[in-house]
């Protein structure tokens, strides 16, 4: 199964993995299992890591790609459908990168995880984090 991974829950993975469902965690530790990170989280993680709002433990372009990388976590690129589709879904969610990650879950075809209970107004196959 393909699967997409919201900013916060990716973020959790690394930090504090303990904290999420044991389904989202059975599924980021499958080897069956495609988890995706969209460009709109690094895009995210890029703008809070700048101005001040997110810390890590080195630049965003190292810090991610090296996570990606090392658990083999696929990258999703955001297409000109993917941010198209934006205009066509309600106004439940104000966050701009949420909403992003809401069309390509939508676009794609996937489920998302996630903690965030906004995302359930979509009609989004959904993995509760």
């Known amino acids: 199964m393909n699967v997409l991974l919201d900013t916060y829950c990716w973020l959790l993975w690394l930090s504090e993995p303990e904290k999420l469902s044991g389904q989202a965690r059975r599924i980021l530790e499958s080897d069956s299992d495609t988890v995706f990170l969209s460009a709109a989280s690094s895009w995210e993680i890029a703008i809070k890591y700048s101005i001040g709002k997110l810390n ?6 190292n810090f991610v ?3 990606l990388m090392r658990d083999g976590i696929s990258s999703l690129p955001v297409q000109h459908i993917h941010a198209l589709q934006v205009a066509r879904l309600p106004h439940h969610h104000k966050d701009p990168f949420d909403r992003l990650i ?3 879950s939508i ?3 996937m489920p998302v995880v996630t903690a965030d209970r ?3 107004s979509y009609g ?3 993995i509760w984090a």
């Open 124 to 126: 989004l196959e959904i």
């Open 107 to 109: 676009v794609e075809g």
């Open 65 to 67: 790609l090296k996570r």
């Open 118 to 120: 906004q995302f359930k």
């Open 102 to 104: 809401i069309s390509q």
């Open 56 to 61: 890590l433990p080195e630049p965003p372009e």
